[in-house]
């Protein structure tokens, strides 16, 4: 059924309640299933006449549609972890970012780039000249001056070929190519960082998602426990056995849960927004979700700190830092030799001039092959040389630095995540008691107030401890996953062992 049929339905069930409430101020509660959430008053039934009531009655009833029908029930995909993951790694444009840099550092990574290859270029040129003599006198008094000469036309081409090509620069070219394979390094390593935050901070939404989730489902039972109280104090009401104080009491605890509830609906929704916003797509796209929440209580410290030395992406990072630095310092050592380059060339020149000028020479054709070598040394440079190996040096120790602080701070960033990881696990124990005790009272409380041997304000506060004691228990478990996944993050194995799809464990 469509949304469309559904309003339309509602719209019907409105003026049918409307119409049929003519003249009947005293009802019992319907069993229609929206009235789970508000119930229909028996003396202020909505009248067809009154559009300010016919209002609010259908927005009630929306609301109640949203409870019944949850956002994207209707046709909808179902969400792992695991296919999230897959559509943040292909969407995000983070991650797509990265990756062009890290395409850019591998194109890099050339012999020509960093100067193994030699260099040829080849030059054709020609070029023309109208020459107009005024008066031209020679040396040799023999030689008839020329005068008033005009429209003499000359012209020359010239073509060549030059090789160039570096065989010695101190090594430098070595430490250079070295240098481009280490920034390509560095690339990916910045990748991983970015993927693996990415995948974090989705594994984190969907959890947090299913947090959201599960106290929804915890506040639709202790709606449905109000009902059934409201219901028994109006029943006592009725027949004298009940104050009328009770049944009030009753409604204005109904009404706190239905607030409650249908602020969490919008919590669920700002949640789906973000999910979907994290995932790059639509985020009106509608999606369910059937995992739980389940913490693997097998991580160890030691193992946890081993990978972290071996593996963190933001450690190997610092460390590829550190060798450009070194390669740095290497390339400019390189300055301080003499540097060897081989030089070739053919060349091809044509002369061509008019008559009317003594230039000895009408035509002119030359094809030269050159060949040799060519040594240049720095022998002064106004101690820049030194200056820049020596800046180069201090650049090594601050990536030493940096990799000591790294390192430090991954080493406090996974005590603090396993203290928390551990002691989470721990609260999640004595919160699984908590919620067996809470519901067992809940059960022994609700009959005893059916009864009569227990007052209403005693089964609202064992409502409210139930009610405490699961969302103690939902966030110990959100806490631990939480906890989990970030030592998973340090520890550089989060795609591997981020488990997509828990086997729910008894509570």
Known sequence: MGFEALVGLGRWIIMHFAVSAEGRPEKSYSTNPFDFIYPPNPTNLPNPSNPIKMSKCFLRFLLALGVAFPLGAMAQDTLTLEKAIRVALENNYAIKIVQGRKEIAANDVTRGNAGFLPLVDASVARNYDTRNVIRQENFNPAVTPITNVRGINNNNSSAGVNLAWTIFDGLAMFAAYDQLREIEAAGQENAEITIENTVAQVGNAYYDLLRQQERLKLL??????????????????????????????????????????????QTVANTVINLNRLLTRDIRTRFVTNDTIVPDSTLSLETLRQSVLQQNPNLLLAQRNRNVAYLETRRLKGGRFPRIDVLSGYNYAELNNGP??????????????????????NVFGGFNQNRLIQNARI?????????????????????????NYRNSLALLGLEKQNYTIAQQNVVIALERYKVGTSTALELREVQRNNVAAVNRLIEASFNAKLAE????????????DLNPHPQPQAK
């Open 220 to 265: 639709k039972e202790a709606l449905a426990i109000s009902k059934a109280r409201s219901d028994l104090a109006r029943a006592r009401n009725e027949v004298g056995a009940g104050s009328k104080v009770d049944f009030l009491s009753s409604q204005v605890d109904y009404n706190a849960d239905s607030s409650a509830l249908i602020s969490q609906q």
């Open 356 to 377: 009317g000028l003594n230039f000895g020479l009408r035509t002119n054709k030359n094809a030269v092959f050159n060949y040799g070598l060519r040594a240049t040394v």
């Open 395 to 419: 650049n090594e120790q601050i990536n030493d630095y940096q990799i000591e602080d790294v390192r430090i701070q991954l080493d406090a960033d996974l005590e603090r995540a396993y203290l």
């Open 485 to 496: 996944i970030e030592l998973l993050r340090l520890s550089s194995s989060i795609l591997e």
